[in-house]
Structure formats: C-alpha cells, structure tokens
C-alpha cells in the first residue's frame, strides 16, 4: 500500500470511528447505557457488530472515550473564553452563554457524561479502557482546576466575594450538571429558559447579582 492508500484508508477510519461515537452517544443518551446494545451502534451506523472491535474494545471503552471527549469540549471552550476576555464577570457570564449554546447532540453527550461519570472511579482490567478512562479522569481534573484558578483569580482582584475557589468550582460545575440528570432535547422546558434561570443562579452562588434585563453589567 502506497502513502496516498494510507493516507485515505486513515482518513476513513476516523471517520468511521467518529461515526460509532456519535451513533453510541445518542444511543446511551436516550436509552441509557445500560439499555443499549453494542449491536444497537452497530445496526445504526450500518455495520457489523463485531466492526466495532476495530475502533473501540468494548461498550466500555467507547463510553469513556465519549466522556473524555465531552470533558475536553467543555474545558477547552472555558479556556478560549476566559483567555480572551479579561475582565472576569463578562468572561463568566461568557462561559455561561456558552455552556447553553448547545446541539442536541451535545445535550445528549452531556447526559451520558453526567449519568455514567461515577464509572470513572472505578479501574479496568482492560489496558485499552484503562487508558480512556484514566484520560477522562485527567480532563476532569484538568476542568476543575482552570476553573479554580480563574475564580481565584476573580477573588484576588476583588470582581467576586473571597472563598474556596475549589469548593466553589464543584459547586458551580454541580449546578450545572443537575441540568442534564433530568432535561431531554425537545422537552417541554425550552433550553434557553433553562439557561436563563441556571445562569441566574450561578451568579448568585458565585456572589454577583443578576443582571437587569437591557443593562449592562458595570465592572467592580
């Protein structure tokens, strides 16, 4: 096989792989896990179930990829967004437009990562799961830390009331993951109410008041 042939047969593969992990999000979002089958992915992407062997070793493993996937998601946009704009409130209040500006695919790969991210805890036997979920468990630790850090950032210039930054990013993250325990794409709660509401909330637990609606919020 020459390097072109390579290069495509690459190239196909991702794809191909990229197609089990969003037929399997959707799948463990709606269904659950523990209701879907390896051979349900498999029927929907138009294979075989034992195809899937090629790019994922198990259920499992395809679950915490997905997870470690959505992780990485969710702090990389944090990362770009408080990168960018300096002042902390309007970098919060930022993050939160985004954690909202959402597909409904994302929606459903969040509640996975919330249903299943006790599963992280527990180790595998497996070398190849083992790796993906010790990644996911990397990201989330990763996550919570650049969020500690640019809330005690916000403290230390005085934009938010002093307090743990760790204890108030669990907070903060736990708020907004009770979110997906619950909320279905198409629901009877549209999801920017949803984001309005929860974005309220948010700013009070981090000590700031809501902002009036048509005002700008000033800076401290």
Same mark, same amino acid.
């Given at each position: 096989?020459?390097?072109?042939?390579?290069?495509?047969?690459g &190239?196909? !593969?991702?794809?191909?792989?990229?197609?089990?992990? #969003? +037929? $399997?999000?959707?799948?463990? %979002? &709606?269904? !659950?896990?523990?209701?879907?089958?390896?051979?349900? #992915? +498999? $029927?929907?992407?138009?294979? %075989?179930?034992?195809?899937?062997?090629h790019?994922?070793?198990?259920?499992?493993?395809?679950?915490?990829?997905?997870?470690?996937?959505?992780?990485?998601?969710?702090?990389?946009?944090?990362?770009?967004?408080?990168?960018?704009?300096?002042?902390?409130?309007?970098?919060?209040?930022?993050?939160?437009?985004e954690?909202?500006?959402?597909?409904?695919?994302?929606?459903?790969?969040n509640?996975?990562?919330?249903?299943e991210?006790?599963?992280?805890?527990?180790?595998s036997?497996?070398?190849?799961?083992?790796?993906?979920?010790?990644?996911?468990?990397?990201?989330?630790r990763?996550?919570?830390f650049?969020?500690?850090?640019?809330?005690?950032?916000?403290?230390?210039?005085?934009?938010?009331?002093?307090?743990?930054?760790?204890?108030?990013?669990?907070?903060v993250?736990?708020?907004?993951?009770?979110?997906?325990?619950?909320?279905?794409?198409?629901?009877?709660?549209?999801?920017?109410?949803?984001?309005?509401?929860?974005?309220?909330?948010?700013?009070?637990?981090?000590?700031?008041?809501?902002v009036?609606?048509?005002?700008?919020?000033?800076?401290?």
């Open positions: 096989m020459n390097s072109a042939q390579e290069g495509q047969t &190239r196909r !593969g991702r794809s191909k792989r990229q197609e089990v992990l #969003i +037929a $399997a999000t959707e799948r463990f %979002g &709606r269904d !659950g896990y523990e209701h879907t089958k390896w051979a349900d #992915i +498999a $029927a929907d992407i138009g294979v %075989g179930a034992t195809a899937l062997y790019y994922f070793e198990s259920k499992q493993h395809c679950l915490y990829e997905i997870m470690d996937e959505a992780i990485e998601d969710f702090r990389s946009r944090f990362v770009a967004i408080v990168a960018d704009e300096r002042d902390p409130v309007r970098a919060f209040e930022a993050v939160m437009a954690c909202f500006d959402l597909s409904e695919h994302d929606v459903l790969r509640r996975v990562l919330v249903a991210q006790g599963r992280l805890s527990s180790p036997s497996s070398e190849r799961e083992e790796q993906a979920r010790l990644a996911a468990r990397s990201r989330m990763e996550l919570e650049a969020w500690a850090s640019f809330l005690a950032t916000a403290m230390r210039d005085g934009a938010i009331p002093e307090t743990d930054p760790r204890l108030l990013t669990r907070a993250l736990g708020l907004y993951n009770s979110i997906w325990h619950w909320y279905r794409p198409n629901g009877i709660i549209a999801l920017s109410r949803i984001a309005d509401y929860y974005t309220e909330l948010a700013l009070a637990l981090i000590g700031l008041p809501p009036a609606p048509g005002l700008e919020r000033t800076a401290a």
